[in-house]
């Protein structure tokens, strides 16, 4: 009898000790596997077929899940004929930057017929995110959703909603992209503006024979929902909203905001935005909107056409037995959106954005700055090649700068000559830090509007503290510029519109509560200025998320050195690492 009392208590006791274990096992980190096999698909769109580049045969792409802190492992094997890359688009790679993806930046591309491993932690970021093709105009259809949830049993900061959607704008060419900007980097045209956008890869009823191929969300009355926009769009900044609905916004780039409420969203290509769609307690008897068109604020041509998914009310038993119900087609609310080029709305919505800068969830901006750089972002021309007629100004070919300097990309990756010190003849370290020519870049534009080629980068010391001033500039034309870093997540401390003012324009910046990102709008005739820590070892590309203008060499990257601790040097590269 003793004994099985002692027993019953020694297990009470051991049980007593494993609870914090089972506890942690609670929170413990997994590792998620897939599989992505690039392949063709046949697919029709506004009564076209074409082949297209798909994972797995879907399009939009298959969706990643993983929990704060999960370890992916993503095996992605090329059965097409083009080289491809993933970028898992604004995860960290903290110290797993062989897995970042940009080609010839961080990677050679994975060949026909070959595989490559993508190997990754998700630290310290919660939240949507998005994957896509980093080579050539390959993202247009290969894309798709990073939903990053919470550690298990950590709530949302927000109301917890009744359903999560992913709403993925994208864009379709009826032509084959590969050749629309092969043709245009050798005439220096630009290349054709894109057929139509997509929700979820539908276009929706306003476009010729694309009724059928509409996306619709189903809602129950008074549920919340939130809705996960991605912009996978290649060329263009987006307005979005729900006809006679408001919006939450709760989340931008995977980090939580102050909620603020908007009929519109402004999302440009690269970024994400959580909304929360509170439903009306009443089933309406009609249906809704949900509309996206672009916000332009360049010259250049755009695709003036809107995608319309539909927001439909589920009907309670009673009223949808009703047979005068059945077959009814209820009227379609349509949403109200900006002018093309509402550029104020633009300036006002980004301003709303603001970190939550709470002790949960704290705005860690870099108080003291180690390192200050002041970057032109814009258009500009190469001289035509002799014995060939161009399409761009004045006979020349169209190319895009930062400082001046426009990106050529190597034949082998970056971060590989860089770990194996084998920079020479791949790049140098002498991007300039500020333009080498001075002028007024929102006012009237210099009489020589050449660029430079080059492959330059930035290098800096680990932990250095950057401060980076972006400032569009009014060369062949002002307009807003999507940039977006690899590696890294920045805040956005000051914008303003017109030339920066080193002077006045730093004692407004908000070191408080900014904006934490990973894709920032430069606005279109003015400057944005961002803040952040470089504690990620490896080579960072910074691009225009307007495809068209990275083609064009609007792009450069940032190599971080190791720092002395272990766990601040970069891991040798993976054995099944592509070669070029």
């Excluded at 939240?127 to 259809?141: E, N, P, Q, Y």
């Amino acid at each position: 009898m003793m004994s099985s009392q002692i027993r019953v208590v020694l297990f009470a006791l051991s049980a007593l000790w494993l609870l914090p274990e089972i506890a942690f096992a609670k929170h413990a980190a997994i590792t998620r596997h897939y599989k992505f096999d690039i392949k063709m698909k046949n697919v029709t769109r506004l009564c076209q077929s074409k082949s297209i580049v798909t994972v797995n045969g879907q399009f939009p792409g298959p969706r990643i899940i993983a929990r704060e802190g999960d370890h992916l492992v993503i095996k992605v094997v090329n059965h097409v004929q083009y080289n491809v890359t993933l970028h898992w688009h604004g995860i960290r790679q903290l110290r797993s930057g062989w897995a970042d993806g940009p080609a010839y930046i961080t990677q050679c591309p994975i060949q026909t017929g070959q595989s490559y491993v993508y190997n990754f932690t998700v630290t310290g970021q919660r939240g949507t995110l998005f994957w896509h093709a980093h080579i050539s105009w390959l993202r247009v259809t290969l894309y798709g959703p990073i939903v990053i949830l919470p550690k298990r049993h950590v709530s949302y900061p927000f109301l917890q909603p009744f359903k999560e959607v992913p709403i993925i704008f994208g864009e379709w060419w009826k032509a084959d992209t590969e050749t629309l900007i092969s043709q245009a980097l050798q005439t220096g045209a630009a290349p054709n503006i894109s057929d139509a956008y997509t929700i979820n890869g539908l276009p929706g009823p306003s476009y010729n024979c694309s009724a059928k191929d509409t996306f619709k969300l189903n809602v129950k009355p008074g549920k919340t929902y939130l809705l996960q926009l991605i912009n996978a769009a290649l060329n263009d900044e987006l307005f979005f909203s729900v006809a006679n609905h408001t919006l939450t916004v709760v989340e931008a780039d995977a980090v939580y905001v102050k909620p603020f409420k908007t009929q519109i969203v402004l999302i440009s290509p690269g970024q994400t935005t959580n909304v929360l769609l509170r439903a009306k307690f009443k089933a309406p008897s009609t249906t809704f909107a949900m509309s996206a068109r672009p916000y332009s604020s360049g010259p250049a041509a755009f695709d003036n056409t809107t995608t319309t998914g539909i927001l439909e009310y589920e009907k309670s038993p009673s009223s949808a037995s009703n047979s005068n119900n059945k077959n009814k087609k209820l009227p379609l609310l349509q949403a109200v959106l900006p002018k093309f080029n509402d550029s104020s709305f633009a300036m006002k919505f980004n301003k709303k954005i603001r970190s939550l800068a709470n002790a949960k969830f704290p705005a860690n901006v870099p108080k003291k700055v180690d390192r200050r750089f002041f970057f032109t972002v814009g258009l500009g021309t190469l001289p035509c090649p002799k014995n060939q007629t161009c399409q761009g100004p004045n006979n020349t070919k169209l190319a895009a700068s930062v400082n001046n300097v426009s990106f050529v990309q190597p034949d082998i990756a970056i971060l590989q000559a860089h770990f194996f010190n084998k920079a020479k003849g791949v790049f140098t370290t002498n991007f300039p830090a500020n333009p080498l020519i001075k002028f007024n870049y929102t006012g009237t534009p210099p009489s020589n509007i050449m660029v430079n080629n080059g492959t330059k980068v930035v290098a800096l010391p680990f932990n250095t503290r950057v401060e980076l001033v972006m400032q569009d500039t009014s060369i062949i034309g002002a307009e807003s510029h999507p940039l977006h870093l690899h590696g890294f997540n920045f805040f956005v401390v000051g914008r303003g519109i017109g030339n920066f003012n080193p002077k006045k324009d730093p004692a407004k910046f908000n070191l408080v509560d900014p904006a934490e990102r990973n894709t920032v709008g430069v606005p279109s005739g003015g400057w944005v200025a961002i803040r952040f820590l470089a504690d990620n070892p490896g080579v960072w590309f910074m691009h225009c998320h307007l495809e068209v203008h990275t083609s064009w060499g609007l792009k450069m990257a940032w190599v971080v050195n190791d720092g002395k601790g272990r766990k601040q040097k970069l891991p040798p590269p993976p054995s099944d690492l592509p070669k070029c």
